[in-house]
Nanobody, 115 residues
């Protein structure tokens, strides 16, 4: 069974930082492409950042220069460092991967940015 478990969310003031973690099991993490998605209240779930098995990354425009996705293959964990947080970064953050022809999601971690 595949498990993705997010942690690290919370309440932070605008301009602050948070580091999200997603611990995985049940997949060969070192070859998996991992993504972080965000779902703001009342909106669809959108890709924030992704990292391939070779370490290449891509980001949605709104977080470029502020967020950094990284991975630790030894710990089978993907991270999202979020700096200079803005009110519009508020939402539920989900870890995602595709494995054995299926898309897998974690339960999410909530991030609330206050003014």
């Amino acid at each position: 069974q595949v498990y993705l478990v997010e942690s690290g969310g919370g309440l932070v003031q605008a301009g602050g930082s948070l580091r999200l973690s997603c611990r995985t099991s049940g997949i060969n993490f070192s070859i998996a492409r991992m993504g972080w998605y965000r779902q703001a209240p009342g909106k669809q779930r959108d890709l924030v950042a992704a990292i391939s098995n070779d370490g290449s990354t891509n980001y949605t425009d709104s977080v470029k220069g502020r967020f950094t996705i990284s991975r630790d293959n030894a710990r089978a964990t993907v991270y999202l460092q979020m700096n200079s947080l803005k009110l519009e970064d508020t939402g539920d953050y989900y870890c995602q991967t595709q494995w054995k022809s299926r898309t897998w999601w974690g339960r999410g971690t909530q991030v609330t940015v206050s003014s």
